[in-house]
């Protein structure tokens, strides 16, 4: 793992749209995956940002979600899929070759589950996979407890996840279940970037960075992968 302990939000967010773009820059036809919840949001600005400067060049990329609530589709509020709509995809002037959003409203949630594998099978591995970290450690919804050899399932949301939700959508939605890309296609990835921010994270990122490796602390897989960035904030690297 690389560490790169950023003084602040926007340092964070710049360093890692900065590493996901020079990714691409490498392999053009990348396929390409960045996280919900409120993390990225400045990540994903900027990373839009260098797109509409002429900095990185996507119309050979692929896009594909990470994760999605079951039961929201991209026209959800708190949903992943509009956080990817709304901030990073309905922002580029030239946009990915291709885009997967999961929709988590699917009537058919296996069969969404199966296009999901699919389509990372038919364009992947990952090039760059950004993610962020719940309070429980979980990368995606790859919950505390999965097994790592998954590709991408459907899951019971944890507790923890459970009470951290409504600041996404308040008391509107009442998800049980996540859809998420699988420890095994994160793994696959050839860079992956984990980012955090805040002194809420600091514990969580203690554990998975320092911690022993263990389907309980699911980012702590990431200890295992070849090429892996942690860009944190000072804050979430206080206990590092
Ligand atoms: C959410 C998502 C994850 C995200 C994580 C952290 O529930 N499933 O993809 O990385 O939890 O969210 P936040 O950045 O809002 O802390």
Redesign the pocket.
């Known amino acids: 793992m690389q560490i790169i302990v950023c003084k602040d939000y926007e340092e964070m967010s710049r360093r890692a749209a900065g590493l996901a773009a020079a990714c691409i820059r490498q392999q053009p036809k990348a396929l390409v995956s960045f ?6 949001l400045g990540m994903v600005h900027e990373f839009a940002d260098m797109v509409n400067r002429d900095e990185v060049d996507i119309s050979r990329a692929r896009y594909v979600s ?2 999605e609530w079951v039961g929201l589709s991209d026209k959800d509020e708190g949903a ?1 899929g509009l956080f990817n709509r709304t901030e990073l995809l309905g922002r580029l002037k030239k946009p990915f070759g291709d885009v997967h959003i999961i929709n988590g409203a699917a009537a058919d949630i296996e069969s969404e589950r199966a296009s999901l594998d699919e389509y990372i099978a038919a364009h992947g591995p990952l090039t760059v996979s950004v ?5 429980n450690g ?4 790859n919950e505390d407890g999965v097994d790592f050899d998954l590709n991408a399932h459907i899951i019971p949301l944890s507790d923890t ?1 459970k009470q ?2 409504s ?1 996404y959508f308040g008391e509107k939605f009442h998800p049980e279940y ?1 859809i ?1 890309q699988g420890i095994r296609q994160i793994m696959a990835a050839k860079t992956v970037i984990l980012i955090a921010n805040g002194a809420h ?1 600091a514990d969580i990122i203690q554990q998975a960075v320092r911690g022993e490796v263990s389907p309980h602390v699911p980012a702590s897989v990431l200890q295992n992968h070849p090429n892996c960035y942690v860009v944190v904030d000072e804050a979430a690297a206080a206990k590092l």
């Not at 996280?35 to 990225?40: H, I, K, V």
């Not at 993610?131 to 309070?135: E, F, P, R, V």
């Not at 979980?138 to 919804?141: K, M, N, T």
């Open positions: 996280p919900g919840g409120d993390t990225p990470l994760d992943c993610l962020g970290i719940g309070m979980h990368l995606g919804f996840t951290v939700m600041k996540g998420s994270k």
